[in-house]
């Protein structure tokens, strides 16, 4: 049972190679705006400087959305395909990942567009704010399957040419 997917806690933790210590460690800084875009999102909800905090939202998600995109380029783009070489990417864990991507990335991108015209209801406001809360919820969960799953999998998988590899090309994304 040492080695079971379903023992998420129990699977020892391995000490994460630098492309995989890389990638985790762009997750605290990632969460750490989250958490201050679900504020202005509750601050939206009890209609606390309504205007003010929605205006600060759409700024906050932009340069959110900076510093998320290249991490997601890292992992769908290099880690993702990596791994799927040995364990396939139409189900499992990396479908879950790019499914989970994906949904977070169509909440942001929708609030983004529909923010375009500033909204002049409180109603349309918590109603875009939403989105941003969705999008919350679905990446604090996303990140805390990738550092406690996917990639502890990944570092016992990967090859160590391959995790050279993995370093040298995420590296060359900014």
Do not use: W
């Not at 800084?29 to 989250?34: D, E």
């Not at 375009?116 to 990140?143: D, G, R, W």
């Not at 570092?155 to 090309?169: A, F, P, Q, T, Y």
Request: aromatic share 8%.
């Amino acid at each position: 049972m040492s080695g079971c997917m379903s023992a998420f806690g129990g699977m020892e933790q391995a000490e994460l190679s630098e492309g995989l210590k890389q990638l985790k460690g762009e997750h605290p800084p990632l969460l750490a705006q989250l958490e201050g875009l679900y504020t202005l999102t509750q601050k939206i909800d009890q209609e606390i400087e309504l205007e003010m905090n929605f205006n600060e939202l759409i700024t906050k998600v932009n340069e959110f959305k900076a510093a998320l995109d290249p991490h997601s380029e890292r992992e769908e783009g290099i880690l993702f395909p990596m791994m799927g070489a040995y364990i396939g990417t139409t189900s499992g864990p990396i479908a879950v990942m790019e499914y989970e991507h994906d949904q977070a990335k169509a909440n942001i991108k929708e609030f983004l567009e529909k923010s375009l015209n500033v909204p002049s209801t409180f109603s349309e406001m918590k109603t875009l704010a939403e989105l941003i809360q969705n999008a919350y919820f679905i990446l604090t969960e996303h990140f805390t399957k990738e550092e406690n799953v996917l990639f502890p999998m990944a570092e016992r998988m990967l090859s160590d040419e391959e995790k050279l590899e993995l370093l040298s090309k995420i590296q060359e994304i900014n």
